[in-house]
Structures are given as structure tokens and as C-alpha cells.
């Protein structure tokens, strides 16, 4: 069936420093892949997502890339701050539905 | 986005008994699901709660075990029946306007069954 692999599932920068998390997927008829924050005891909230018909998309300092080919998207946060501490979850469509299927997560820590 | 009233909260169960979670949007929505996540995983869907018709399950999900009603755009329940210590976990709704539009999650409902 369907499968989204994500990595790491933790990561810890220091404050200012870059993060990355990739996520892998398995159907090739997946075409929309949103992002997840989800902060501790709170609701995930979409951050950013991306369409299959375009390689990158950025807003301010986060940035989603996608290779369709290699079936894998990233999420780039750049200048990290405390406040970006959460789980984030990647999430792709199954096929053109409008279901998704979510990674296991990445809990990052950014570091004062 | 949609804001979406979610209840409870939170609960406290005995086991063998039921609970019903409610999921009230400020607007009318095409989508709504029901998702189930497990402390520190990632988020399960349960089913798909189809407006004026039976909700379409996911693998692993029983209508028995989680019957959904949603009587109109707006409005839709899921609940938990016949209770297992298992089925503790945060219940989230979530609504979606369009394909690839992205969701809005509701709140949560954090469960424990004892």
C-alpha cells in the first residue's frame, strides 16, 4: 500500500542554524503534499504545501522542495528560532484523491 | 480556513462504554475525516464522514466499532463504541474545502479509557 517514510525523527539545531526534514512516498499518482506543525497539546496546522507541478515553493523563512522522480520532498527552515520547536509532519495525497497519508514525524528542537 | 468547534476535549471513560465526539464548522465544507493519533505517533485516518450517506472506513476500521453521522455540510460525530484501555488516543476532526486545498484540524478530543 501507500507509504510515506519521513527523516530524522528527531533533529536539534541551534538557534539561527538551518533544518531540514525529507520525506519519501511511494505512489507515483501522489500530486500534493502539505506540511504539518504540530507544537505539544495543540492541533497540527498546515505550515506550507507543494503541487506536483512545481519543484519549489517558499514563504519567508520555510521552503518545500519535491523531486517527482525520486518520489521525495523536503522541508527547509532557515534562521531557526525557539518558536519553531514542534513535530512537523509531511503528508502526501493518495493518488489524486483527497486523502492523505502522513509520515511518522520529526520532533525538532531548536536550542537557545 | 474554517474554524472548527471540536468536543470534548477530553474525557475519561470506563471501558465497555461509548463516547460521542462532536465536530461543528463555522461554514459549509466538502470534506470532513476523522483521524486518530497515538501518543507521540503520527496521524491514522478512520474514515471519510460522507454527508447524507454511510462514512467510507479506512483498513483496520469498523462502521460497528466507529459509527460517524453527518447529518449536513456543517456538522458530523464519531463515536468510539464498546471501549478498550486501546482506544486511548487524541480524536481529531478535519475539514478540507477542495482537492489540495489542505485541511484544518480541529482541536482534538484526548480519550483514556480505564
Known amino acids: 500500500g501507500e507509504n510515506v517514510e519521513q527523516h530524522p525523527s528527531t533533529l536539534s539545531v541551534q538557534e539561527g542554524d538551518s533544518a531540514v526534514i525529507k520525506c519519501t512516498y511511494s505512489d507515483s499518482a501522489s500530486n500534493y503534499f502539505p506540511w504539518y506543525k504540530q507544537e505539544l497539546g495543540k492541533r497540527p496546522q498546515l505550515i506550507i504545501d507543494?503541487?506536483?507541478?512545481?519543484g519549489e515553493k517558499k514563504d519567508q523563512r520555510i521552503a518545500v522542495t519535491l523531486n517527482k522522480t525520486a518520489k521525495h520532498f523536503s522541508l527547509h527552515i532557515t534562521e531557526t528560532q525557539p518558536e519553531d520547536s514542534a513535530v512537523y509532519f509531511c503528508a502526501a495525497s493518495i493518488g489524486g484523491t483527497y486523502k492523505y497519508i502522513f509520515g511518522t514525524g520529526t520532533r525538532l528542537k531548536v536550542l537557545a | 480556513s474554517a474554524v472548527i468547534s471540536q468536543k470534548p476535549s477530553r474525557d475519561i471513560c470506563q471501558r465497555g462504554t461509548s463516547l460521542t465526539i462532536q465536530c461543528q464548522v463555522d461554514?459549509?465544507?466538502?470534506?470532513m475525516f476523522w483521524y486518530r493519533q497515538q501518543p507521540g505517533q503520527s496521524l491514522t485516518l478512520i474514515a471519510t464522514a460522507n454527508q447524507g450517506s454511510e462514512a467510507t472506513y479506512e483498513s483496520g476500521f469498523v462502521i460497528d466499532k466507529f459509527p460517524i453521522s453527518r447529518p449536513n455540510l456543517t456538522f458530523s460525530t464519531l463515536t468510539v463504541s464498546n471501549m478498550s484501555p486501546e482506544d486511548s488516543s487524541i480524536y481529531l476532526c478535519?475539514?478540507?474545502?477542495?482537492?489540495?486545498?489542505?485541511?484544518?484540524f480541529g482541536s482534538g478530543t484526548r480519550l483514556t479509557v480505564v
Open positions: 461554514s459549509q465544507v466538502t470534506m
Open positions: 507543494i503541487r506536483s507541478n512545481v
Open positions: 478535519s475539514v478540507g474545502t477542495g482537492v489540495n486545498n489542505g485541511y484544518t
